[in-house]
């Protein structure tokens, strides 16, 4: 009950398109879903968050959209750059627990 | 300062060496986590450390060691590691359970040989 699944493992997509990221989770206690993006040889950086009380958010290129009723959440980044390749990973937690459970992770390039 | 930073970058050793991982953060987090990620794989929680002690420890073999000396730093004690436990070791901070978001460190790459 404590898995987030992530799909797909890996994503090719053209400089301009859209990226899409799909995570679906089970426990329906989870309160907040951050989503992280990693380069190679670095740590996972926070890139937007979401909390279920709202169905989407964005940030620049960046949208999450959220629903709740089918307990899945999505990253969307529009017009996709060769610097947005990187490996992301949908996460999620509660108020109030310390523990951060993770997505398997999504590998993206973005192909000139 | 808005990082949490890791020392040493890398780090290469015996299966008898004994080596520390060195974390530190001055946000005023209180939470301070270490996690392990082997490639292509997330991270996956190792230690909790919450107002300096240690509230969670995801069963990992003695032979990783946590400390923390002060709110600030966290140190990984390392001792009698095997090949596989060769990995990016990553800390990690945030406020405290009571609120949201983790900083992560760059990491430091353990290679064990």
């Known amino acids: 009950q404590q898995q987030v699944k992530q799909s797909p493992q890996s994503l090719i997509v053209q400089k301009g398109g859209i990226s899409i990221i799909n995570c679906a989770y089970e426990?329906?206690?989870?309160?907040?879903f951050p989503w992280y993006q990693q380069f190679p040889g670095k740590g996972p950086a926070l890139l937007i968050a979401i909390r279920p009380d709202v169905s989407e958010k964005k940030e620049g290129r960046f949208t999450i959209s959220f629903n709740k009723s089918a307990k899945q959440f999505s990253l969307h980044i529009m017009d996709s750059q060769p610097g947005d390749s990187a490996t992301y990973f949908c996460a999620a937690s509660l108020l109030g627990n310390e523990k951060l459970t993770f997505g398997t992770g999504t590998r993206l390039t973005i192909i000139p | 300062d808005t990082e949490v930073t890791q020392t040493p970058k890398h780090l290469v050793m015996g299966m008898t060496n004994k080596k520390s991982l060195k974390c530190e953060q001055h946000m005023g987090h209180r939470a301070m986590y270490w996690y392990k990620q082997k490639a292509k794989k997330p991270p996956e929680l190792m230690f909790v450390y919450s107002y300096e002690k240690l509230s969670i420890n995801e069963s990992v073999p003695s032979r990783f060691s946590p400390e923390c000396p002060n709110s600030s730093l966290l140190n990984l004690h390392l001792h009698a590691l095997q090949p596989e436990d060769s990995a990016l070791y990553l800390c990690?901070?945030?406020?405290?359970?009571?609120?949201?978001?983790?900083?992560f460190g760059s990491g430091t790459r353990l290679t064990v040989v």
């Open positions: 990690a901070s945030s406020q405290g359970a009571e609120t949201y978001g983790y900083t």
């Open positions: 426990n329906t206690a989870f309160d907040y």
